[in-house]
């Protein structure tokens, strides 16, 4: 069982930035393929973005391609969502997810997840 914890949410005014932070309780993080999936009031859960246990390959949704970046270090069992060019629509709980094996845009895929860290941009 891997227990994922997020933070660096927040309110910030739109065009503004927020670094999302995703760490596990234990040194796990590299055995697994990480995402972040986010969900807004009164909609289903969606796919952001996601890297492979190297770092080397990444997906993004379209509506936040040039706007945020996934990444990670595993060494410091992190990985990172960084968002720039907020909008309001990007308004949502924001949830740290894992796998095994190669990444996937797939909620139901992701075996693990955190508790959520909410981010609202305000217009």
């Known amino acids: 069982q891997v227990h994922l914890v997020e933070s660096g949410g927040g309110l910030v005014q739109a065009g503004g930035s927020l670094r999302l932070s995703c760490t596990a309780s234990?040194?796990?993080?590299?055995?697994?393929?990480m995402g972040w999936f986010r969900q807004a009031p009164g909609r289903e859960r969606g796919f952001v973005a996601a890297?492979?246990?190297?770092?080397?390959?990444?997906n993004y949704t379209d509506s936040v391609k040039g706007r945020f970046t996934i990444s990670r270090d595993n060494g410091k069992n992190m990985v990172w969502l960084q968002m720039r060019s907020l909008k309001p629509e990007d308004t949502a709980v924001y949830y740290c997810?894992?796998?095994?094996?190669?990444?996937?845009?797939?909620?139901?895929?992701?075996?693990?997840w955190g508790q959520g860290t909410q981010v609202t941009v305000s217009s």
């Open positions: 997810a894992a796998k095994r094996g190669w990444i996937t845009r797939v909620v139901s895929e992701f075996e693990y």
């Open positions: 890297l492979t246990r190297s770092g080397y390959t990444t």
């Open positions: 234990d040194d796990t993080l590299s055995d697994y393929s």
